[in-house]
């Protein structure tokens, strides 16, 4: 099984707007993280994709952009990346699937 090049766990949060609107953007966000085709797990508090490292970079751009064109006047994004281009990560499946 070949490794993926990188991973990120990605948390976008959108500031100065009510909370109902924040989830409403989120969901924006998490659509689009969806819609790359990556293996994505969304979880409670920040999503997970892993894939070619620039891919993702392109990505995480992407989720603040939506954010603003969403509404929101600013964000916090909280970004942790994995990433080793030579011999890959362990990858999402690695790492949870026997605590499913």
Known sequence: MERPEASIAIQTLPQSVSGGEI??????????????????VVG????VIEGDFNKLMDIAKECQLICIREGAPGLL??????????????????????HS
């Open 23 to 40: 989830l409403k953007i989120v969901d924006k966000v998490i659509g689009y993280i969806k819609s790359t085709g990556l293996k994505t």
């Open 77 to 98: 994004t909280y970004l942790k990346i994995a990433y080793n281009p030579n011999g890959g990560i362990w990858s999402i499946d690695e790492k949870i699937s026997k």
């Open 44 to 47: 409670p508090f920040e999503t």
